[in-house]
């Protein structure tokens, strides 16, 4: 899950960096653990469609509201943004709640 919020951290902030995306983690109240793979791979995230492929179905829904509650985190859901999570929603045949 970690991996796939830091393509949907940068789809919202393209020019993001470790120092200015932690205030805005931190509100998440994520692991340590999470916070530091997040972090790790905002320079070279692995590819969403790979990530997803490695997903179950039944962790996808906790990882599609997630991605909806980061979305609207800012207040703005960019159109980057949208197009992840209905990537994430297609693939799992999940419904959109934006």
């Known amino acids: 899950m970690d991996q796939v919020l830091v393509h949907l951290f940068l789809a919202g902030n393209p020019q993001t960096t470790r120092e200015?995306?932690?205030?805005?983690?931190?509100?998440?109240?994520?692991?340590?653990?999470?916070?530091?793979?997040?972090?790790?791979?905002?320079?070279?995230?692995?590819?969403?469609?790979?990530l997803l492929s490695q997903l179950n179905q039944d962790f996808a829904v906790a990882l599609l509201a997630q991605c909806e509650k980061v979305a609207k985190l800012d207040g703005v859901v960019t159109p980057e943004e949208s197009a992840i999570i209905k990537m994430?929603?297609?693939?799992?045949?999940?419904?959109?709640?934006?």
């Open 20 to 50: 200015t995306i932690l205030p805005e983690l931190q509100k998440l109240n994520l692991s340590p653990a999470s916070l530091e793979t997040i972090t790790q791979n905002l320079q070279n995230p692995p590819f969403l469609d790979h």
């Open 88 to 98: 994430i929603a297609n693939y799992f045949n999940l419904p959109i709640n934006l």
